[in-house]
């Protein structure tokens, strides 16, 4: 029986690089960035403080009610992962929209 190399190799999955969210007027600004907040303290608790400060990367633009997280290191898909989840509970699936890109 032969075997190939590429049938040992791990099958790679692209995933989005960039996380884009928008927030419904009604929605408070102060309380997304809360969660954001709430989200990056989770993201330390799984990989340390030092790792999310240096691959996290991501932005909070409340006067264009938007977010924008940057997904492409285990860090920043867990980051977005976790604000999802927490944006999800505090305000709803319509209260924002997020696009992966």
Do not use: N
């Not at 993201?43 to 409340?62: C, D, K, M, P």
């Amino acid at each position: 029986m032969k075997c190939s190399r590429a049938a040992l190799e791990p099958e790679i999955i692209m995933l989005p690089a960039t996380y884009f969210y928008s927030f419904r007027p009604e929605i408070p600004m102060a309380e997304v960035e809360d969660s954001l907040t709430l989200a990056t303290m989770a993201a330390e608790s799984l990989h340390g403080r030092s790792r999310v400060r240096l691959e996290a990367r991501f932005v909070l633009e409340a006067d264009r009610r938007a977010c924008r997280i940057e997904a492409a290191t285990p860090v920043g898909q867990d980051l977005a992962s976790i604000f999802t989840g927490l944006l999800a509970r505090q305000f709803g699936e319509e209260g924002f929209s997020v696009e992966a890109r």
